[in-house]
């Protein structure tokens, strides 16, 4: 017989089997106290491996690069002269280096290209990206030192004035930028993982189910199993004697659930690279979302145009303008004072009301 006495209850004791959560410390890579420092770039391929295989990042990081750097630029004739006649690798312009460069800092945090001068003439030739995971940085008491590029065979030096290299949110007194893949790679492999589980779901929908035979003859069962798998498979129709096999569906779940976190972890992945989903794809998005995502975006890559105009000043001694993004401000301040009933707080809904 049941006993009924609440002093003989017991807890479910959770103290070793969930551990309370510890974020993982961050020490930054600083030069040696004394002597040279060498930096080599050994998670670029790894971060190059998300970029690209990740549809979202892919999308992100080229989303931003072509709204910073590829609407066009403005500079004096003797620069306009100079940087039209880029070539890169040889089928490059301009822009095209510069995109590429852009992508390369958001993706591993240091981008790299060899300034190519005709120094007699203080004339710049060329600008030839490199691969960061080609490159070694030295420095020394905080300063970099020079570059060292492995050409297939030995380490080539580059000179500083001679390599153009910017940081992607290099703090502190760190050594190199940080790679905005770093911060969501648990975020990536998570969705990654769910729509590989997705995938098989979706792909056992085929499937008619759970077939129970009739039979305990293990010849005829296997005989109805491929015809029905061969069926399947064909998407044709099969015929079996009456009363000889029942069918029941497979248990399944409905797809909310993992579709909604298949798009939280994308959205989460567009915000850490700092693009508004909005601004790559106007899939479910509303008119007001799709303009303050533009509103917020115009920060975004104006910035990351911004620091190249002054990186190229500093570095190249070149002044250029690259043309930032159609701003929405002025339309926005338009239709908010057309449309004050709606958007604005009205004179007798300022003052207070009180209920006696």
Sequence with gaps: MAEFDLNKSTTTDFTNQVPDFIMA????DVDNDSGETFYYFENAVTDLGYYANDPIVFSAANGLSTWAFSLGWTSDP?????????TGRGNDTFETI??????????IGDAFMEIIWNKAKDIILNLVPISPERVKQVSESGRIKRYEVWDGSEWKTVKVEDMYHTSNKRIGDQIHGTSQIAAIRKTIDARQEAEDDERVIKHRDKAIGIMKYKTNNTGKINFANAA????????EMIGVPDETVDFEAFPVKSSEDRQNWIQS??????ATLGVPRNMITSDGTS??????????????????ALDEEKAIWNQMARKIKFTRPPTLAPKTQENNEKNTGLTSIQQGEAEPKLNR
């Excluded at 410390?25 to 930054?28: I, Q, W």
């Excluded at 003797?78 to 880029?86: S, W």
């Excluded at 798998?229 to 064909?234: C, F, S, T």
């Excluded at 972890?265 to 567009?270: C, P, S």
């Design 78 to 86: 003797a620069t306009v002269a100079e940087f039209e006649h880029f």
């Design 98 to 107: 510069m995109w590429n460069h852009e992508v390369m800092k958001l993706v």
């Design 265 to 270: 972890r994308e959205n989460h992945t567009y």
């Design 25 to 28: 410390a961050k020490a930054l």
């Design 228 to 235: 029905v798998e061969k069926a399947v498979k064909n998407g």
């Design 287 to 304: 008119e007001v979302g799709g303009i303050n995502g533009h509103l917020i975006f115009e920060v975004t890559a104006g910035k990351e």
